[in-house]
């Protein structure tokens, strides 16, 4: 795992996770040194990044949500040179083992909704080993424990996360860090 991605988290475990350009100057302003992008495209993907990185801040995007660009080698290989993120956030194994490639720092997004997406998250995780792993929805805390017990790649809980309590069990079950849209939570 990159070394300064696990230090940000370690000083602060709140990630803010965009979902719109309109928030990006929030998210600037908060405490949260490391932000997820999970939705733009490609007119302005490259002056968000250039924006974070003039704060001194990490920024992550959601290589499956940029609108202009196809899900492939062609277009990580372009994201790594061209727009220059910290790294990307993708479902796709495929896209997974082309960052790592790359040598880009790249995070597994795993929608976990029944046993048998546990069971196949857990799977592929070890298979492709990710240097990190959003679980969705975060507020589970028994399974985000799961997949903390079963890998051996730091976990982030993310989506659905609604208070203080929320972050803290999630801490205590093993999660790294705590990806959320909702602003209140970027300051605590």
């Given amino acids: 795992m990159n070394h300064l991605f696990y230090n940000k988290l370690q000083e602060n475990p709140i990630i803010a996770a ?25 007119f302005n993907i490259s002056s968000i990044v250039d924006q974070v990185h003039a704060n001194r801040k990490q920024i992550y995007i ?22 220059r993120p ?3 956030i993708t479902t796709r194994a495929n896209l ?29 995780i070890n298979s492709i080993k990710p240097d990190a792993v959003e679980i969705l929805p975060g507020i589970m805390p028994r399974i985000i424990k799961k997949f903390a017990e079963s890998t051996n790649i ?19 079950a093993g999660a790294v860090g705590i990806s959320t849209s909702k602003e209140e939570i970027w300051y605590m």
Wanted: include cysteine.
């Fill in 86 to 88: 910290d790294g990307i």
């Fill in 62 to 83: 959601h290589m499956d949500l940029i609108e202009g660009l196809a899900k492939d080698t062609l277009a990580i290989k372009y994201i790594q040179q061209k727009i």
């Fill in 96 to 124: 997974v083992k082309t960052a790592k490639d790359l040598n880009m720092l790249v995070i597994q997004r795993c929608f976990v909704l029944d046993h048998l997406s546990l069971d196949t998250g857990i799977e592929s």
């Fill in 18 to 42: 965009i979902r719109d350009h309109t928030q990006i100057n929030a998210a600037l302003q908060s405490p949260s040194e490391i932000i997820f992008i999970l939705k733009s495209d490609i």
């Fill in 154 to 172: 730091p976990i982030i809980a993310g989506g659905l996360i609604m208070n203080k309590k929320d972050i803290l069990q999630n801490l205590q």
